[in-house]
C-alpha cells in the first residue's frame, strides 16, 4: 500500500506536495492521500511516522520517504529499475 501525506492545499501546483502528487501519478503509482493539518505542530501521525512533522511523506513498502524531490528520485529509480527488469526479461537470453 502506498500513502501520500500531504498539506491541505487544494491544488497540485503551488506546493512540493503537488509535485509528489504529480509524480505518482506520471509513473501510474496507485496511492492513498492523507491531507493532514497546516500547522506542524498539529502533524502528529506525520511525526510518528518520520520523527519530523515536514509534508510530504510517501510511505511506499513500508518505507517512509520525506520531501519532494527525494520522492521523485525515488520513483524515477523505481520505474528505470522496472524498465531494465522488463528489457531483462524480454531479451530471451538465446544465441545471438
Known amino acids: ?14 506546493c512540493p506536495c503537488g509535485k509528489a502528487a504529480r509524480a505518482l ?7 492513498d492521500e492523507v491531507r493532514v493539518a497546516f500547522r506542524q505542530r498539529d502533524r ?3 511525526g510518528l511516522l518520520t520523527g519530523q ?4 511523506v510517501l510511505v511506499i513498502g513500508g518505507d517512509a520517504i520525506c520531501d519532494s524531490r527525494r520522492i521523485v528520485e525515488h520513483l524515477e529509480h ?12 524480454g531479451a530471451g537470453g538465446g544465441p545471438a
Do not use: K, Q, S
Open 44 to 46: 502528529e501521525e506525520v
Open 1 to 14: 500500500m502506498t500513502t501520500l501525506y500531504r498539506c491541505l492545499t487544494p491544488t497540485d501546483w503551488l
Open 53 to 56: 512533522r515536514h509534508v510530504p
Open 78 to 89: 523505481r520505474a528505470a529499475a522496472a524498465a531494465g527488469r522488463a528489457a531483462g526479461a
Open 25 to 31: 501519478r506520471r509513473h501510474g503509482v496507485a496511492y
